[in-house]
């Protein structure tokens, strides 16, 4: 009798462990985006860094039928997906962090896939794909604020390679970049272009006529360096001379105009009495005339260009 109510009891277990079984267990919901159950049965809002923060992105737009999913970005990954080890899983086949074995080409292409045409068609190419530049090199992906896109922080997250370009735009006289009027984008393309130096636009002075189409002109008398090329005169990041010169006049215009003699103003010669030897000034003896206040620009107040009926001289 105890032994049928034994196997009578074992029947019962077995037949509730096995419909328990049979039972389907509940189909894990997409949190964010289409199709990352998969994902997200692993990586909750407890994330460092906090993935399920796409959401608030415009990538997290599931209304968006161009919206990518997990995999579109970052690969099948069936041997991240599937592991079930204790230990770290293995990355996923398009891995974004600082020790990825992954090409920069190929993480690249990961967002090209999408991000391809318009601003970002020169891309293949240019500074920062030769360079081995990627996309998540200056654009964080899962975060709600990408710095580089806020034109406050941008120079900011250039400078953490343009060193020289940090320091310049520190001097005395500079484009109002950290001042957030202007940032780096304002006059390059850091996804390539056809311009130099991944320049906005085809050449120097079209990318700074933007801004100053007061230089543009045209003029009746051209001054040819100012026509030819801004940087010949300026340093467009920053300099400690007024207006981001090279060099203060006298001396900027002098490396031009130097002549053999005529004693017009602009020769900087040498002699006691002009109290200048060479480019400069004598201790102890009064200045030239035209070292003092703008020196050249004094009467030459025009010198990016002059409809004057006296001719290239540049006066008002």
């Known amino acids: 009798m105890v032994a049928l109510q034994c196997v009578a009891l074992s029947t019962v ?26 994902c997200t049965a692993c990586h909750d809002e407890a ?20 919206t990518p999913t997990c995999t579109k970005c970052h690969g099948e990954s069936a041997a991240h997906t599937d ?31 999408c991000h391809k045409g318009g601003k ?10 030769s360079n081995d530049v990627t996309c998540a090199s ?27 370009q940090r320091a310049d735009a ?34 120097v002075n079209e990318t700074c006529y933007t801004c100053h189409t007061e230089k543009r002109g045209p003029f009746l008398w051209e001054h040819p360096p ?10 467009p990041h920053g300099s400690n001379q007024p207006a981001m010169l090279k060099a203060r006049a006298p001396f900027l215009c002098a490396s031009c105009h130097q002549t053999a003699g005529g004693g017009h103003p602009n020769t900087i010669r040498s002699g006691a009495g002009l109290g200048i030897t060479g480019t400069t000034l004598t201790p102890g003896v009064n200045a030239q005339a035209q070292v003092a206040y703008k020196a050249c620009l004094n009467c030459h107040t ?15």
């Open 47 to 66: 994330d460092a860094p906090e993935l399920l923060a796409i959401g608030k992105t415009r990538h997290g737009m599931t209304g968006d039928s161009r």
């Open 302 to 316: 025009q010198v990016h260009g002059s409809n004057h009926p006296s001719g290239p001289r540049f006066v008002r």
């Open 226 to 235: 100012a026509s030819d090329d801004c940087i010949i005169c300026h340093t």
């Open 170 to 203: 520190n001097k005395l006289s500079h484009h109002p970049m950290n001042e957030g009027k202007v940032t780096c984008s304002s006059c390059h393309n850091p996804h390539g272009s056809t311009g130099p130096k991944q320049l906005v636009k085809n050449n």
């Open 138 to 164: 200056c654009h964080t992906v899962h975060k709600q604020k990408d710095k580089v896109r806020d034109k406050a922080q941008q120079a900011e997250v250039c400078y953490a390679c343009h060193k020289q």
């Open 83 to 113: 592991y079930k080890g204790k230990d770290k899983p293995p990355s996923t086949d398009i891995n974004f962090g600082k020790k990825t074995k992954v090409s920069a080409q190929a993480r690249s292409e990961s967002c090209l896939t």
């Open 13 to 38: 277990l077995f037949s509730g462990a096995a419909q328990a079984a049979t039972e389907a267990k509940p189909e894990a919901k997409d949190l964010v985006l289409k199709g990352d159950a998969k």
């Open 120 to 129: 970002n068609m020169h891309w293949d190419g240019g500074s920062h794909a």
